[in-house]
């Protein structure tokens, strides 16, 4: 047993590769940083856990994610489940709803050695995960889109102030830590009794705290910024426009196989990459692993945050700095125009997290 105990959930597709590569660099790095290991239980979750218990995501995967401060969690491929179960919510968003994880950490920066459409992007979505406009996570019954009839379909948005204010503090906190330059991005002038709100809550939250520029953009307007350019540190927004958003700043840095995202309450945090579980390259060592290392070292520093343990710090930077040297030496996986196999890459970047320059 470690001094942490973490969930491992291998997932679809490509994630029965990329997760127990993420298990050993994270493990490497804990060693290089001299932290204690982590205890690591591996659970059942997707469509193996179909096969053998029924469900994507079995009750004693929950029960046992709820004893746990944090977790792995590969992909999942719910198209390919069979059609009751692609009928159901997506099990990562059940996990997310279960959990509570509100806060959607997805950064976005370019790596060396990596062609980027905006080689200078540097920023961090902050999106509230739990209401907005997603139907399956803003209801307690129900998923929020309805049909009146067969010809006329109504989704519901959810905004309530205590969810606005949470998101709002989690992303000014984050703010302060970095550039102290906070951005909301929302709707507010075609929807401003939900997005107004949410507009109204960031900015009352960020009055808060002194030093903080804050200033806000719509959300179209905040995507041809990101495009053209423009100086930009932390930017909030709610559900669907920061899931746009974070996926929009994932490829304008480089690629998806390279982002990051940790999805947070106040007591537990999941490790998750953006990106899905590419079931055409499944089991043929061609994943890009990157985005879920990287995913990974955002819970390490989240448990550091949590224990006071800057050792965990220490780690995370160094998976980013094997990371790095790794990419700036030319080697990437084809997905980024390179020749390595997802088990080279790997090795290279556990050769580097002992090397931290």
Request: hydrophobic share 45%.
């Amino acid at each position: 047993m470690g001094d942490i105990e973490l969930g491992v959930l291998h997932g679809d597709g490509i994630g029965a590769e990329i997760v127990p590569a993420t298990v050993k660099v994270v493990d490497a790095a804990l060693a290089a940083a001299g932290a204690r290991p982590i205890g690591w239980h591996e659970l059942p979750y997707g469509r193996a856990a179909i096969d053998t218990h029924g469900d994507a995501l079995p009750a004693e995967t929950v029960d046992a994610l709820a004893t746990m401060p944090g977790w792995i969690l590969g992909p999942h491929d719910n198209a390919g489940y069979p059609a009751e179960h692609r009928a159901r919510t997506a099990p990562g968003g059940r996990i997310r709803k279960q959990f509570g994880l509100y806060a959607n950490i997805r950064p976005a920066a370019a790596l060396p050695g990596i062609r980027a459409l905006r080689p200078d992007l540097d920023v961090v979505i902050v999106r509230e995960n739990t209401e907005g406009f997603y139907a399956d996570r803003n209801m307690a019954v129900g998923s929020g889109e309805f049909k009146p009839t067969n010809d006329v379909a109504l989704a519901v948005g959810v905004f309530t102030r205590p969810a606005c204010e949470r998101i709002a503090r989690v992303a000014c906190e984050l703010a302060m830590t970095r550039r102290k330059r906070l951005t909301i991005v929302h709707k507010a002038n075609v929807l401003p009794l939900s997005m107004g709100m949410f507009l109204d809550a960031c900015r009352e939250v960020a009055s808060e705290h002194p030093g903080l520029h804050v200033d806000d953009e719509h959300v179209d307007a905040m995507a041809a910024h990101l495009v053209r350019g423009g100086d930009f540190d932390v930017i909030v927004a709610e559900n669907m426009l920061g899931d746009i958003l974070s996926d929009l700043a994932g490829e304008l840095s480089g690629s998806l196989g390279l982002a990051a995202s940790l999805n947070a309450s106040d007591t537990q945090a999941m490790a998750q990459a953006a990106h899905g579980a590419a079931p055409g390259i499944a089991g043929r060592n061609r994943a890009n692993p990157t985005a879920l290392f990287l995913s990974a070292a955002l819970l390490l520093e989240w448990l550091a945050g949590q224990r006071a343990d800057h050792r965990l710090n220490d780690a995370a930077h160094r998976i980013r700095h094997a990371i790095s040297t790794t990419l700036a030496s030319g080697v990437a996986t084809a997905d980024l125009g390179g020749l390595a196999s997802t088990s080279e890459f790997t090795e290279l970047v556990l050769a580097r997290v002992g090397r931290r320059g």
